[in-house]
């Protein structure tokens, strides 16, 4: 994906560097050395950070984004980028990979301190991203709305394939059989309840806090005749009661947070059958604990955390009477996800900028692009957890049925 280059600011003539701004530049430069890029000044100096051809090269338009790369690197890039203050002239994907792979070397894992997401705070969060208008994401996701890590069973198949090969291969890790029923936590708009109702015979409580997405939801089940099989609740995922058969989140845990992990393992424990209750988590995240981006907590995924298998285990499982089957990383299928993302997006910017504003445009682009750069660095990892109750002995022997449909 090539990075556009004109800025929709009103640029100034700025002074000529001078020594401290070269020194400035410096500083920037020590934690990406390696990296295949050129940083370069508003006056044309610059520094070329391997020995090999740059995948792109940076451009700082002015000292105060400078300063403010220089101290606080990842919101002072991400707003500059923001406000056109930075550009990137070459291939935007493979210059934040570069980015993402050095400063890899250089980070530890470190506690993870965040304010809790209560029931108000995750509606505001939820609200603040989901529920930016159905429009604007029917325009790059699949006709289906799904805003989760497709499957591609091959990685020359089209974006739709992979999503229903997804929801599929979901499926089949929960070994779903006609009668039984299902509660899903975080259900978008609503694909995988409608797909495990019509294709497997399920009866689904599927719930959600964004307004947009139940309103699809609903209107889907309704014109695909499955309202007396699914059944959307707005509810956050503390509220869910009854009984299932099988619980499943796909992409909602990066919302839950470490305070409240426990809270999820307890809703889980409450409503799965007590032998054969089984379940899933698909969800981002890290192979150790930390913090995700200021710049995207702040300005794209308020109070979001991609957790660490390490973080999660003990609250969700290890408390609850809970036996881990299975855990599967699908880290390179969401860089293919946000690939064909990406592409639909730019395909799409001018409407996209009607709707919004430039600013709005580079926002996204750079989220798009960063998340697809840190799957690939392997700064980001897509976790499918399976689990059931430790009791439950009608378990497949082996891997088959996933991928032939037949329990072994």
């Not at 003539?13 to 890029?37: E, H, N, V, Y």
């Not at 006709?143 to 089209?158: F, G, H, I, K, N």
């Not at 947009?212 to 509810?235: C, H, K, S, Y």
């Not at 799409?348 to 798009?368: G, K, N, P, S």
Request: aromatic share 10%; charged share 25%; proline share 5%.
């Amino acid at each position: 994906m090539r990075a556009r280059t004109t800025s929709f600011t009103t640029q100034t003539a700025a002074p000529a560097s001078g020594a401290l701004d070269r020194w400035t530049l410096d500083r920037i430069a020590r934690p990406l050395a390696g990296a295949k890029l050129r940083l370069q000044l508003w006056d044309g100096h610059g520094l070329t950070l391997s020995s090999g051809p740059p995948v792109a090269t940076i451009h700082i338009r002015d000292r105060r984004t400078l300063l403010r790369i220089a101290i606080r690197p990842e919101l002072g890039f991400g707003e500059a980028y923001t406000d056109g203050r930075v550009e990137v002239q070459g291939d935007l994907v493979a210059a934040l990979e570069q980015i993402a792979r050095a400063l890899a070397r250089q980070r530890t894992p470190a506690p993870v301190r965040l304010a809790p997401n209560d029931e108000r705070r995750s509606r505001h969060n939820v609200h603040t991203h989901y529920d930016l208008g159905n429009d604007f994401y029917r325009l790059w996701l699949d006709e289906a709305l799904l805003y989760t890590c497709a499957y591609y069973e091959r990685p020359d198949v089209s974006l739709e394939a992979a999503q229903r090969a997804k929801l599929e291969h979901v499926c089949r890790k929960l070994r779903l059989r006609p009668g039984q029923t299902v509660v899903e936590a975080g259900c978008g708009w609503g694909a995988l309840a409608l797909y495990m109702a019509r294709e497997y015979g399920v009866k689904v409580r599927a719930y959600n806090i964004s307004t947009n997405q139940l309103a699809w939801a609903r209107e889907e089940a309704r014109r695909q005749g499955l309202d007396d099989r699914v059944t959307f609740i707005d509810g956050d995922y503390r509220t869910i009661d009854g009984s299932a058969d099988a619980f499943v989140s796909v992409g909602m845990l990066e919302h839950v947070g470490p305070d409240h992990y426990d809270d999820l393992g307890r809703v889980i424990d409450r409503v799965l059958d007590p032998v054969h209750g089984r379940g899933l988590l698909h969800f981002i995240g890290r192979n150790s604990p930390m913090v995700l981006s200021e710049w995207i907590r702040r300005y794209v995924f308020p109070g979001a955390h991609p957790p660490a298998l390490s973080e999660v285990l003990p609250g969700v499982f290890e408390s609850r009477q809970l036996s881990i089957l299975d855990v599967e990383n699908l880290r390179l299928h969401y860089a293919l996800t946000l690939k064909a993302w990406l592409e639909r997006f730019e395909q799409h910017v001018d409407q996209i900028r009607v709707m919004f504003d430039e600013r709005f445009v580079r926002t996204w682009r750079l989220y798009l692009a960063g998340s697809q750069a840190a799957f690939l660095a392997g700064d980001m990892q897509l976790f499918q957890v399976t689990f059931a109750r430790p009791m439950a002995n009608d378990l497949p022997w082996t891997r088959r049925y996933l991928y032939e449909g037949a329990d072994a």
